[in-house]
C-alpha cells in the first residue's frame, strides 16, 4: 500500500458529523479468561500494526479533499480510564485513528468508523488476540480463521468495496422518509456514555428465536422494538414510527476481502397507531429485513450510498461545502429518521486453541444526539453480549428489554455496567 490512499466511500460521511455527542467510534472487545498483561499487549500491538497498514494512518485535509496518510510514529496501548467510545483526541496515539485498551481481563479495541466497519474491527482483533496470546508462549493453530501478524497484507483487504459493487442501473432517487419517533431523556452531566451489558446463552436464544420460525437478529431486533413501544410510546398521543436502524454486512451478499467500510443499512419501521403485540412487531420485522436484503435491493442501497459522493460535480466543490452537505444528509435522511441503531456484529469466529483462553466478546456502537440509545451484540464460545449504549439518565427501555428476556428466554443473564452516571436509583 502507498504511504496515503483516499477514504473509502462509506468513509466519507464520518468525519464532518463526528462531534464529542456523535463520535463515530465503536468497539470491539474480549473478555480474557486471566488478567491482561500491559506489557505483552503492547508487544503484541507492535507485532501487527505492519499487517494492517489501512488502519495505522491518519487523518489529513486539505481545501478539496481529506486523506489517510501512514503515520510513522510509536502506537501505546492505554489502561481504560474513561467511558466506551469517547471522541479521539486530535493528538492521541500520534494521530492513529484507533485506540487499544485494557482493563482488568478485557481488551478492547476502539475504532474510527471511518476506517473501517465491525467485521475489519474483529479481524483486527483476533489478530491481535493471536498475537498476545502467542508471546505468552501458548500454542494457537489459527486454522485459518485469523489473518496473521506475519503475513502481508493484500490488495482486496484494501479495496473501496462500495464502489466495486456500485451499479449506476440501480441508482434510485432519494426521498425522505417521515419522523421517526424518538427516545427523550435527559443528558448525563458531565457528558458520558453507559454501557449496560447483558450475557445470555446462545442456545437458549436459539431456541426461543425457532419458537417464531425466525432468525435470532430478527427475535432481539423486534425485542427492541418492543421494548420501546412498551416502556416510551404514549398510545394515542405518539404517532412517528419506531425506526430501527439495522447494519448490514455487503460481506455475506457480493464477495469481497475488503477490511474497510463494506455495509449497508436497512431501516425497519414499526407503525405506534393501534396497540401492538410483541408478535406483531416480529411478524413486521421479519417481513421487511427478509425484503431488504433481497439482491435487488441491497444493489439500490450500495447505489444510493456511492451515487452522491462519488458525482464528479461534488467531488470538485471545495470541502467544506460537501461538509455541510454532509450534515445536513446525516441530520434529515439518517437522524431524523431512525429511532434507534440494532447491530449484530455476529457469530466471532476463533480457532480451537483461542477459545478457552476468552471468556465472551462485546461490540458496541455510540450514540448519536437523536438516537441516544443504541443496541449492538456479538457472540462467541456459545454466549451472546447484547451490548445498550446511552447518553441519558433514562433506562426503561434497556431494563424492560432484559427483564423480558429472562422471563421468555433464560432467567440466567449475567447484567454488568460501566455505572457512568448512574444512581442506584436509575437501575
Known amino acids: 500500500m502507498d504511504s496515503g490512499y483516499k477514504l473509502d466511500t462509506a468513509a466519507t460521511l464520518f468525519p464532518p458529523v463526528t462531534r464529542k455527542t456523535n463520535t463515530s467510534i465503536y468497539r470491539i472487545a474480549a473478555v480474557l479468561q486471566t488478567q491482561v498483561d500491559a506489557a505483552v499487549l503492547q508487544q503484541a500491538a507492535d507485532a501487527v500494526l505492519k499487517r494492517f497498514p489501512m488502519f495505522t494512518v491518519k487523518l489529513v485535509s486539505t481545501a478539496f479533499d481529506q486523506r489517510f496518510e501512514q503515520v ?18 486530535e493528538e492521541e496515539n500520534n494521530g492513529y485513528l484507533f485506540r487499544i485498551l485494557y482493563h482488568e481481563k478485557k481488551i478492547s479495541l476502539e475504532m474510527f468508523h471511518a476506517l473501517s466497519d465491525g467485521t475489519g474491527a474483529v479481524e483486527f482483533m483476533k ?23 506475519e503475513d502481508a497484507p493484500t490488495d482486496e483487504e ?47 436464544l436459539k431456541a426461543a428465536a425457532k ?13 427492541a422494538a418492543y421494548s420501546i413501544y412498551h416502556e416510551e410510546v404514549r398510545e394515542g398521543i405518539d404517532e412517528e414510527p419506531i425506526v430501527l436502524s439495522v447494519p448490514v454486512n455487503l460481506r455475506g451478499f457480493f464477495p469481497s476481502k475488503t477490511l474497510r467500510n463494506f455495509f449497508c443499512i436497512a431501516n425497519i419501521t414499526i407503525p405506534t ?3 401492538l403485540t410483541f408478535d406483531a412487531i416480529l411478524a ?13 435491493n441491497l444493489k439500490s442501497a450500495v447505489a444510493e450510498s456511492c451515487g452522491v459522493m462519488e458525482n464528479p460535480v461534488v467531488q470538485g466543490v471545495p470541502r467544506f461545502m460537501r461538509d455541510a452537505g454532509t450534515r445536513f444528509v446525516f441530520a434529515f435522511f439518517s437522524e431524523d429518521v431512525k429511532t434507534m441503531t440494532v447491530s449484530n456484529v455476529g457469530q466471532v469466529m476463533l480457532p480451537d486453541d483461542m477459545k478457552p483462553l476468552v471468556d465472551r466478546m462485546e461490540a458496541v456502537i455510540y450514540p448519536t444526539e437523536r438516537s441516544p440509545v443504541n443496541c449492538c451484540m456479538c457472540s462467541v464460545n456459545g454466549k451472546m453480549t447484547i451490548s445498550f449504549i446511552r447518553s441519558i439518565e433514562e433506562a426503561d427501555t434497556i431494563r424492560y428489554f432484559f427483564r423480558y428476556l429472562a422471563r421468555n ?13 448512574i444512581c442506584d436509583e436509575k437501575l
Open 72 to 89: 510513522d510514529a510509536p502506537f501505546l496501548v492505554a489502561r481504560e480510564e474513561e467511558y466506551p467510545c469517547g471522541m479521539l483526541g
Open 158 to 204: 484494501a479495496e473501496d468495496a462500495l464502489l466495486r459493487y456500485h451499479e449506476r442501473a440501480h441508482k434510485k432517487k432519494i426521498k425522505k422518509a417521515p419522523a421517526a419517533f424518538k427516545i427523550k431523556g435527559t443528558l448525563f452531566e458531565p457528558y458520558g456514555h453507559n454501557i449496560v451489558q447483558g450475557v445470555v446463552a446462545v442456545d437458549a
Open 211 to 223: 419458537r417464531y420460525g425466525t432468525t435470532i437478529t430478527v427475535y432481539l431486533t423486534a425485542l
Open 409 to 421: 428466554v433464560s432467567p440466567e443473564i449475567e447484567i454488568y455496567t460501566n455505572n457512568w452516571g
Open 127 to 149: 489478530t491481535l488476540l493471536l498475537a498476545y496470546f502467542r508471546l505468552q508462549g501458548r500454542r494457537i493453530d489459527p486454522q485459518g480463521m485469523v489473518l496473521l501478524p
Open 273 to 275: 397507531g393501534g396497540h
Open 284 to 296: 413486521m420485522v421479519r417481513t421487511q429485513l427478509s425484503e431488504k436484503t433481497e439482491t435487488d
